[in-house]
């Protein structure tokens, strides 16, 4: 069964103190690695898809990598309005490839 | 290019009762997943849409059901409400058939009392 693990669980920066986050996951065949931001009472938001070892994408203050185990999302001087919860979710390349497995987030507030 | 919408915000009803929740897919999307979101969980697969069939499912009793129709937009009917169905219900669209991102809208918030 794939699962996925994030910690922690909750993370408490001041404004501009870099930190990271991760995930880390089991699952038979890996066909991609999300990672969402979710505000509360809302949808998650789409930040990344990484598909293999090495890979790294960035987008603003965000840098999320990706390793056979684990993948970290990096969090550059970040501001308040960074604060949401951040959702790591795996797609099996095998017969269950049809759904997300998510983690149950990290609560990430930025004090300003 | 319209996002993922979903009907209603918020949805009280009580023990027993049934329920139908609405989805409408991404623009040019033909893929809808439905997720369960308990408060402080991740999102739960609870099944999802193909070209109007049932292409997987979650670990999900049968009284969760779905429906997508010809414009892929999707309807999630929960029978026999219980307490614990109370949660924040996503729907999620993406491009083709496992193609990896998943696009989600803002959710159905369903209290059962």
């Known amino acids: 069964e794939d699962q996925v693990t994030q910690s922690p669980e909750a993370l408490r920066l001041q404004e501009g103190e870099s930190s990271s986050l991760n995930c880390s996951y089991t699952v038979s065949g890996l066909r991609g690695l999300f990672w969402y931001r979710q505000d509360p009472g809302k949808g998650p938001e789409f930040l990344f898809t990484?598909?293999?070892a090495g890979e790294e994408k960035e987008k603003e203050r965000l840098k999320a990598t990706l390793t056979k185990k684990e993948s970290f999302l990096h969090i550059t001087a970040p501001k308040p309005e960074d604060s949401a919860t951040y959702l790591c979710?795996?797609?099996?390349?095998?017969?269950?490839?049809?759904?997300?497995?998510f983690g149950k987030g990290t609560l990430l507030t930025v004090n300003p | 290019e319209t996002g993922v919408t979903q009907s209603p915000t918020h949805l009280i009803k009580t023990r027993g009762q049934q329920v139908t929740l609405r989805c409408s897919s991404q623009?040019?999307?033909?893929?809808v997943s439905w997720y369960q979101q308990a408060l402080g969980q991740g999102p739960q697969f609870i099944f999802q849409y193909y070209r109007e069939e049932e292409n997987g499912r979650g670990n999900f009793p049968p009284r969760f059901s779905g429906l997508q129709f010809p414009n892929y937009s999707s309807e999630l009917n929960v029978n026999a409400l219980e307490l614990d169905d109370s949660a924040l219900y996503l729907c999620?669209?993406?491009?083709?058939?496992?193609?990896?991102?998943?696009?989600f809208g803002p959710g159905t918030r369903l209290t059962v009392t």
């Open positions: 999620a669209s993406s491009l083709e058939l496992a193609f990896g991102e998943q696009y």
């Open positions: 990484l598909y293999s």
């Open positions: 979710a795996v797609q099996a390349s095998g017969g269950s490839n049809y759904k997300l497995t």
């Open positions: 623009s040019g999307h033909n893929t």
